[in-house]
């Protein structure tokens, strides 16, 4: 009842009221009351979208007041000293690796900002999973980095709160979140039963509630602090959460959360005491009982599961039997949940980790109870949030949710030490992994097909393709990150011996078999799954605990970790029932169990000190060990040589992927590493052995010169037998885990990756393999990478090049690294593609030749090594054991005698590898081989194991079995043998010599299966040797004997002589003046007599040899064969040195025209091809034009029916509009106070000035008396290149049924130059016409002015004929056409009425006036410099003067208004009779001068005769300086006009008065002074201006005032007649200009320089017409006068165009644009964009702003560039460019500090501005050249 009365009362005042009861010290009613309130208010029946219950619940909390104030008042209490601030996925944050302890450290931009990371080693991100700030958290981040709030602990200065604050909270509050927690009780079902959309629209209901928790948060210290409280509280929970007996439907809600949480497969602990029995039998039943359902409580969901697993499996499911001392496993099994937090958790997990509810929680935890509470709460659910990872839908959004959150728990070492101990962690962690893997495996088929034992994951699973245990994996490495966790881990074996068995779920998966038939069908990609499994469950976590095994105290680990790998690889070998030979054509490149091992080795010897035999196994063992990695190296060498070709693409992607920098370290080196150690440990002779065996080759080696191989094809055996020996030569060689400090390790790697190619700093640090933990991002050693760095490469800063292709900042090697340090044994070890070691091979020999060293094709260096650690010396034994030296001799011998498949690089390795033991030598000489293996191997090759004494051993006679048609077979009576098994084995024990390698092989084995005594003597028959052989196919084997009579030195010697094809290259006496400094780098030739010298030096009796050799050396003699072949190969190589000879010569002459090509046809900036190129200057030199079209390629005149055309592109442009009056570009605005005007734009400038003149004149005049085409005028350029209209019709017919097209559309005429393949859109014909004409109507006829003003206007009357129709007039009528299709429709329609001929008038003479002023732009803005230029030559003005005149005949102009009345004639003012309403003309005061001109120029018949032209601009320059005189006197202070006046009136009187600026000048004042008066308005400010006017001053200011007019006519006189611009001076620019246009005679400027005034010239009394002139303007009635002065001071110049200035650091620009909202739609885009010519701020792509269905940026490029936009995309970096229906990337115009772009951010360092860049997009941007210079063009279809 009370409860009800409450209700109906008014909120604030009840709980204002209920406030105050509570205080009193009896308050029971109170409490009653309020609790009575809230079951009314919070009814769980009510639906959860009713607000009325948040208003209350608001209201009551506040106690009274507005809610803002009341969190105003709980912030002020706020006592965190932590920020916290939690974010979601696309959030930008910090992270400073300088600050940080852990590597996950983040800060929010505020925090980041506000502390002090200068010079820190910092990054940008945008945030993948979310994330929280760790401002203020010492456990994270030093204390230093702290920014400027958290530093200053500031609990300590806060106020205690006081109690009543929060008093109504912490009563409300439970009963708030029980009443969230309902809703989700009853809103949740199970997701087999409901789709996803229920789960979601439960959420979505509850979204304002959970929002009001967040808010709470929000608010500081204080009010977390209560809702720890209730959160944790048990006793709360307990009361509440069950509900009151008598309260069914909360009865039925606590139900539904006990169904709910059976269903998990979870049991609460009620059920747990009736099933106590069956705990012990979950314990016992493996992973899978445990986190199964083994509760009795829910037997379908168990039968469920099984049923799936039986699905699952194909074999039998191996189960991990988990020994019965695990610790009490119910931890993962059963749930029990004691206060609010718990729940919420278990629900948020159930739900899928609504975004909100993780957001709620991780806001808590700068409160410190909360956070331990809250993990230990997260760890519990642990087991059941990784069920549910498996189970969900969108396990992606969900792995990144769970990630944030455990992220912020596990970083925290203290507390990931506590949960580790309390909650067993790890235990967790390690079953939950195993049993998320065994729901997916499949059983092994490496080695036995069909019974092995072994079980693997199946990497084309969801789980493992989707990387869905990546969450679970990731806070597994983050926990081991800390020491103590990663010790207790350590020594906990139970926890070892389950990791490994989890690493061996990966050992041998994705097993890939070759194909020997046809091609297979599909290529599974599964290998991608494969290898991102290796290295993120196996080696990473590897890494993170070898980060802990570096001292000699923990070496009891290490010891541990290698007991239970052995263990597991002998279980392993035991279960894949493997004996000694690996099936042939199986490969898997996954290993981790051998990679552990071979980790924990290195380690062991280099950090702990540990003997290394202590640690390994025994012989047998050791052999086995390495059989896989050692085929993993075969098969890369099988990869290479195409054997693998019909397993397609992918084997070559994992080949790759095998020795790529992100898994190098993890993979091929610990492969290798492991190799090193069993060759140290094992026979050698045993080893080499296998080592050809299984690279296939050991039929090769034979010193016959034919031979047949059982299994590689011929065109194999070269890359085989390469592979081989480079193999070997890296295995002898390769010193990473053998003893190199990480110094020394980082050196190579960098050396090994400049050498291949220059690369940016990014691109170095993601190539160097990170040796620890790779999440840390620290490079081991104590040099860093940036020391390392400048010690081995210089920076070539980033360089454009004239084709505008853009160079980042790179690192190229220095000179002595080159000379010292390139190793190209590492480099073959690093390369992904073949053609990298190439490429190191090519720069090299660059920098020899550069250098002088060497000039031919060098050899690869060979390289001192770093000595070896004692552990490995054994692996010097490879070097010298016989079967090496057998090999090599062979080979040496096969390369003498030119045997097939030899190759230079197989000679290279051979002398390589006898290097490599001339160097290393054996410390102990005496022999100690067990007799038993001599007597098996009796070979009377070499007498010991000693490289040195074998090298000079003579070989006389050996025994070959080879095919009967080989050449060595003499043709005698053929020895007695029978092809019968029997003898076939007694040849083979007579020609032991030869096949000696497979023979020790089969004899070791033997042994070793002896002394096993496991097998019996039988050897298992080869199955190389026992092959079947169909019947007739090779021909049969004979066994011949050889004489050689060599030894290694008598080959080398021999092989020297035919190197350098020299007879005796070596005389006998070369080895005393031997110098050995310049051997170190050279071709064979050298490396044979380094290998002879140092041989020569460890031994006399080699000296001695040797010069014996060199004595009696004879040239080889060839066996003699009976077969062609041999002329034939003569043949063969004289045929292809002529062919090599013949593409030479074409290659050269290619050359040469490219080069002559790219000179006539690109911007090469040199005047004298300019000056050829330029049509105008071409024009006088030739009788009639000729041009040659470049389809058809002939020469000949355009001729009216077939006309030529120039290739033009057409382009709408507003870059004149932009033009400022200020010089200084400005700046883009990166603040609110900020802004950018257009007002001042020369674009508005002229917009307002023709509307002010349409507003008082006749409409027709004022179209006359202005240019438009400052926005969006057409720009006409050529590349220069004609062809036949005809020819080009044809040419776009065929592109247009090309279906290939390049980014250009054809429907809207766009093609490229046939010739150039510059982008062009139309083609502009040339006018018929013969040069010489060009002489007639240059020729002056010193005709008065007065007579050639009346021609002029004769001229203007006769309109000229008007052009008969023919395909040339048809042609220029489609170019006009195509030229107003160019441009937008309100670019064109100025006038009154559109459409109209006026309009198409002043459309047509603005665009002759658009194509001048832009040519002065590129010119600089004047014509200082002279000459030709880049842009005159793409200038194609004479031809569109050309086709426009044409055009323009159309027009007459009304004689009764032709302004050239006016400037030569007294006229009689009209009276306006009739005409009352009829508006007057423009003053000629107002009109625009060089509009003018170039309306007469079109007008007039062409071609024009010069002395006319120049009439036309003398006349003009009057008005031109008349209208500098009106505009100047404006400026004058009333004064100093008087005083002008005055003193004009005086000069009036002289006879010079008509040139003299004074008298002008008086004259213009005292005619504007009378009546209405212009002089009339702002006085003000020039009453401030103090300066007063000079006479020199006065005369600049005339000069700078006309000059524009002067340029232009300059310009036009240039392209009409083909005069030359002469350059000059600035300051002598007018004098220059007024000679070229003949204002002024040349001569008298020799004396002096020219002033304004004497340029003038009259055609009558000049005061009479400029009085004519004023009164004009001052008849205007209705004009106001400040309107007039706004006509009359047309200041026509401007600056040049700028884009926007950037700040110096991107950072700037970056955070005020990233969160700014967009002006539109007022949301902050997802892609924000600046327009950088105008700063307008846009939505790229953003849906919010499209206008018919066109997107924002396209917009914008329309109405601010006419369809050219420049824009900046703030998130990326990069600037794209909008050119009509195309975009492309322009690239960035930020670099970092090493000079390349970051696009979109992703490595987030500090950019600057590049001045060279910007300049570079700006000059692009005002030359119209971004569709030439920009190569990758797109479509955007409006949507950017």
Not at 1592 to 1606: A, I, T
Request: proline letters at 4%; charged letters at 20%; a negative charge.
């Amino acid at each position: 009842m009370m409860a009800a009365s409450l209700l109906r009362r008014d909120k604030k005042a009840t709980a204002a009221h209920l406030k105050a009861d509570l205080r009193r010290t009896d308050n029971s009613s109170a409490l009653r009351q309020i609790h009575e309130l809230l079951d009314d208010v919070l009814n769980p029946e009510k639906p959860a979208t009713d607000t009325e219950a948040l208003d209350w619940c608001k209201c009551l909390i506040a106690g009274g007041e507005a809610f803002e104030q009341f969190c105003k008042t709980v912030r002020s209490y706020d006592n965190a000293t932590l920020c916290g601030l939690v974010w979601t996925a696309n959030f930008v944050a910090y992270r400073c690796r300088t600050c940080g302890i852990s590597p996950c450290m983040s800060l929010c931009a505020e925090c980041f900002n506000n502390g002090d990371h200068t010079s820190h080693d910092f990054n940008m991100f945008r945030s993948q999973a979310g994330g929280a700030c760790d401002c203020g958290d010492s456990n994270v981040m030093r204390e230093s980095g702290f920014c400027r709030r958290h530093r200053l602990r500031t609990g300590e200065n806060i106020p205690s709160i006081p109690r009543d604050l929060l008093l109504m909270s912490e009563l409300v509050l439970p009963r708030f979140i029980l009443s969230v927690i309902q809703y989700l009780r009853d809103g949740y079902t199970e997701p087999d039963t409901s789709s996803e959309r229920d789960l979601q629209k439960v959420l979505q209901q509850l979204e304002p509630q959970i929002s009001f928790l967040e808010e709470l948060t929000k608010m500081g210290g204080a009010m977390r602090t209560v809702l720890t409280k209730i959160l944790t509280n048990q006793q709360t929970f307990k009361e509440l959460s069950m509900g009151q007996e008598d309260n069914l439907f909360a009865k039925k809600n606590y139900d539904k959360y006990l169904a709910a949480l059976k269903n998990s497969g979870l049991v609460s602990v009620e059920d747990k005491a009736q099933s106590t029995g069956d705990v012990a039998v979950g314990a016992e039943g493996g992973a899978n009982a445990l986190l199964g359902s083994a509760a009795p409580g829910s037997p379908d969901e168990s039968s469920k599961e099984e049923d799936q697993d039986a699905g699952q499996s194909v074999g039998q499911r191996k189960r991990v039997k988990l020994s019965s001392s695990t610790k009490d496993l119910s931890i993962i099994e059963c749930l029990k949940h004691k206060c609010f937090l718990e729940e919420l958790l278990f629900w948020t997990i159930k739900y899928e980790f609504p975004q909100k509810k993780v957001t709620f929680l991780l806001n808590m935890l700068p409160d410190q109870d909360y956070k331990i509470t809250f993990t230990k709460t997260f760890v519990q659910h642990y087991a059941f949030i990784m069920k549910t990872l498996m189970k969900s839908h969108e396990s992606d959004t969900m792995s990144n949710r769970i990630v944030h959150i455990s992220v912020q728990l596990f970083s925290n070492e203290e507390l990931a030490r506590h949960v580790t101990e309390e909650c067993q962690l790890l235990d967790i962690m390690v079953t939950v992994l195993l049993y998320m893997m065994e729901s997916c495996l499949i059983k092994s088929e490496l080695q036995d097909e069909e019974n092995s034992r072994h079980v693997v994951v199946n990497c084309s699973e969801a789980l493992l393709k989707n990387n869905t245990y990546w969450p679970l994996v990731s806070d597994f490495i983050n926990i081991l990150s800390h020491q103590s966790v990663a010790k207790k881990f350590l020594e906990d074996h139970s926890l070892l011996m389950l990791w490994m068995s989890f690493v061996s779920f990966f050992q041998g998966m994705n097993l890939n078999k070759r194909e020997l038939n046809e091609h297979v069908e599909f290529e599974s990609q599964t290998y991608y799954a494969a290898f991102a499994a290796e290295l993120e469950a196996c080696a990473q976590p590897m890494w993170g605990l070898l980060t802990h095994c570096k001292v000699k105290e923990t070496q009891e680990y290490t010891k541990t970790v290698v007991r239970y790998c052995l263990e597991t690889l002998q279980i392993w070998f035991d279960a894949i029932s493997f004996n000694d030979e690996p099936l042939p054509n199986q490969v898997t490149f996954h290993l981790p169990l051998h990679r552990y091992y071979a980790m924990f080795l290195s380690k062991a010897v280099k950090c702990q000190g540990l003997d290394l035999d202590s640690l390994l196994p025994d012989q047998e063992m050791l052999m086995k060990i390495m059989v896989h990695p050692l085929q993993i190296q075969a098969c890369l060498s099988e990869i290479h040589s195409n054997m693998w070709v019909r397993n397609g693409l992918q084997i070559k992607g994992q080949a790759m992927t095998y020795v790529q920098s992100h898994f190098c370290n993890s993979m091929i080196d610990p492969d290798i590493f492991l190799l090193q150690v069993c060759a140290s440990r094992l026979d050698p002779d045993y080893f080499i052995s296998s080592v050809f065996e299984r690279f296939k080759v050991v039929d090769l080696l034979t010193m016959a010169s034919q031979h047949q191989n059982a299994v590689l094809d011929s065109e194999q055996e070269r890359p085989m037998l390469e592979g081989a020996l480079t193999f070997l030569v890296i295995l002898t060689s390769l010193r990473i885990h053998l003893g190199m400090t990480d110094d020394e390790i980082l050196r190579a790697e960098m050396v090994s990756q400049l050498c291949m190619n220059d690369r940016t700093h990014s691109s170095l640090l993601d190539l160097i393999p990170e040796n620890p933990n790779p999440k840390s991002g620290i490079v081991p050693g104590s040099c860093s990478f940036e020391e390392m760095l400048s010690a081995v490469a210089d920076f070539k800063a980033p360089v454009f090049e004239p084709g505008g292709s853009m160079q980042q900042g790179m690192y190229t090697p220095k000179a002595e690294v080159w000379e010292n340090e390139f190793d190209p044994i590492m480099v073959v070890l690093r390369t992904v593609y073949r053609r990298d070691v190439q490429s190191a091979m090519d720069r090299y020999s660059a920098f020899l030749k550069q250098s002088g060293i060497h000039t031919g094709n060098p050899w690869p260096p060979y390289k001192e090594r770093t000595p070896l650690h004692p552990c490995y010396n054994g692996l010097i034994k490879l070097l010298h054991c016989k079967t090496l030296h057998i090999v090599i001799f062979t080979l040496l011998y096969k390369i003498w005698m030119d045997h097939q498949n030899m190759s230079e690089h197989v000679l290279c390795m051979v002398l390589y590898l006898i290097e490599l033991g001339l160097d290393n030598q054996v410390q102990d000489s005496k022999e100690d081989e067990e007799p038993c293996i001599e007597e098996h191997c009796h070979d009377s090759w070499f007498p010991g194991t000693n490289l040195i004494s074998n090298l000079h051993h003579v070989i006389n006679f050996v025994r070959v079995r080879v095919p009967e048609t080989a050449p060595e077979v003499k043709r005698e009576a053929p020895p007695s043998t029978s092809s019968e098994a029997s003898s076939y084995g007694q040849n083979l024990r007579e020609a032991q010599v030869f096949s000696l390698v497979a023979e020790r092989r089969r004899k070791f084995q033997e042994i070793i299966n002896r002394s096993s005594s496991e097998a019996s003597l039988v050897v298992r028959p080869k199955s190389s040797s026992t092959r079947w052989v169909p019947p007739g196919t090779p021909p049969q084997l004979v066994t011949e004997i050889l004489e050689i009579r060599e030894s290694m030195l008598s080959l080398l010697v021999k092989l020297h002589q035919k190197l350098s094809s020299k007879q005796n290259s070596l005389s006998e006496s070369w080895l005393d003046n031997m110098d050995t400094s310049r051997h170190a780098h050279g071709d064979g030739i050298t490396a044979i007599e380094r290998i002879l010298t140092k041989a020569a030096t460890r031994s006399c009796q080699i000296k001695r040899s040797i010069q014996d050799i060199c004595g009696k050396v004879y040239p080889p003699v060839p066996p003699k064969k009976n077969s062609p072949t041999d002329k034939k190969a003569m043949d063969k190589e004289e045929r292809r040195q002529r062919a090599r000879e013949r593409q030479q010569k074409l290659l050269a002459e290619f050359a040469s025209r490219q080069k002559s090509f790219m000179e006539t046809a690109m911007d090469v900036e040199s005047p004298e091809t300019e000056a050829a190129m330029d049509l105008g200057a071409s024009e006088m030199m030739e009788s009639e034009v000729l041009y040659d079209c470049v389809i058809c390629g002939q020469s000949g005149p355009s001729t009216e029916d077939r006309p030529t055309g120039l290739v033009v592109l057409l382009q709408a442009s507003s870059v004149l509009g932009h033009r400022c009056k200020n010089t200084e570009a400005k700046n883009l605005p990166t603040s609110d106070e900020e802004h950018i005007y257009s007002a001042d734009t020369c674009a508005v400038a002229h917009d307002v000035r023709l509307t002010l003149l349409q507003r008082f004149f006749q409409d027709s005049s004022c179209l006359q008396s202005v240019s438009i085409g400052w926005d969006g005028g057409v720009y006409v350029q050529t590349c220069g290149h004609t062809l036949h209209i005809d020819c080009h019709k044809s040419y776009m017919e065929s592109l247009r049924n090309d279906q290939v097209l390049q980014g250009f559309s054809v429907d809207k005429g766009e093609f490229t130059c046939p010739l150039c393949r510059q982008f062009a859109n139309s083609v502009l014909p040339c006018r018929p016409g013969r040069s010489s004409e060009a002489g007639a109507w240059q020729a002056s006829t010193n005709k008065k002015t007065s007579v050639l003003i009346k021609e002029v206007e004769a001229l203007q009357d006769n309109l000229g004929l008007f052009p008969t129709e023919s395909n040339l007039s048809k042609e220029m009528e489609s170019v006009i056409k195509d030229i107003k299709n160019t441009t937008q429709k309100k670019y064109m329609d100025y006038g009154k009425n559109p459409g109209s001929s006026d309009n198409d008038f002043l459309f047509m003479y603005s665009l002759a006036r658009t194509n001048l002023e832009l040519e002065l732009v590129h010119r600089g803005g004047n014509l200082c410099c002279g000459g030709a230029s880049a842009t005159a030559k793409r200038s194609c003005l004479n031809q569109l003067f050309h086709v426009l005149a044409m055009h323009m005949r159309l027009y007459s102009i009304d004689s009764a208004y032709n302004p050239w009345m006016k400037l030569t004639q007294l006229t009689q003012s009209r009276e306006p009779d009739s005409f009352d309403d009829e508006r007057p003309e423009v003053p000629m005061l107002f009109r625009d001068v060089p509009s003018l001109l170039i309306i007469f120029v079109l007008t007039m018949p062409q071609p024009l005769r010069k002395e006319h032209f120049t009439c036309v601009v003398k006349m003009l320059y009057n008005l031109q300086f008349i209208q500098a005189l009106a505009a100047l006197s404006t400026k004058l202070r009333p004064e100093e006009r008087q005083a002008w006046n005055s003193s004009g009136a005086i000069k009036k009187e002289r006879a010079n008065a008509e040139t003299s600026f004074e008298a002008l000048l008086g004259h213009v004042i005292s005619e504007l002074s009378k009546s209405n008066s212009v002089y009339a308005v702002n006085m003000e400010d020039i009453m401030l201006s103090s300066s007063v006017w000079s006479p020199q001053s006065v005369e600049f200011s005339l000069q700078q005032y006309c000059l524009p007019f002067l340029r232009l006519s300059c310009l036009l006189q240039h392209h009409l007649y083909g005069d030359n611009l002469t350059g000059c001076l600035e300051q002598e620019e007018f004098s220059s200009l007024a000679v070229c246009l003949g204002l002024v005679p040349a001569t008298s400027v020799v004396s002096n320089p020219v002033d304004s005034a004497s340029c003038l010239e009259w055609a009558l009394s000049a005061f009479d017409l400029v009085t004519q002139w004023c009164a004009e303007v001052k008849g205007l009635s209705q004009v106001q006068a400040e309107q007039s002065l706004t006509l009359l001071v047309q200041d026509p110049q401007w600056a040049l165009p700028r884009l926007l200035q950037l700040p110096d650091n991107y950072n700037i620009i970056f955070q005020y644009y990233h969160r700014k909202a967009c002006t539109v739609c007022k949301k902050v885009p997802k892609d924000p964009a600046l327009c950088l010519v105008c700063g307008a701020f846009v939505c790229l792509k953003g849906v919010c702003c499209k206008q018919q269905g066109i997107s924002e940026c396209v917009l914008h490029s329309q109405h601010c560039g006419a369809a050219t936009g420049i824009f900046l995309l703030i998130n990326a970096s990069v600037i794209i460019i909008i050119r009509g229906h195309r975009f492309c990337l322009w690239g960035s115009v930020y670099l970092d500090t090493h000079g390349e772009e970051d696009r979109d951010l992703r490595r987030g360092k500090p950019l600057f501005l590049c001045e060279e860049r910007y300049r570079v997009l700006e000059q692009q941007w005002v030359s119209h050249t971004f569709d030439h210079i920009n190569k990758r063009w797109g479509p955007h279809y409006n949507g950017l």
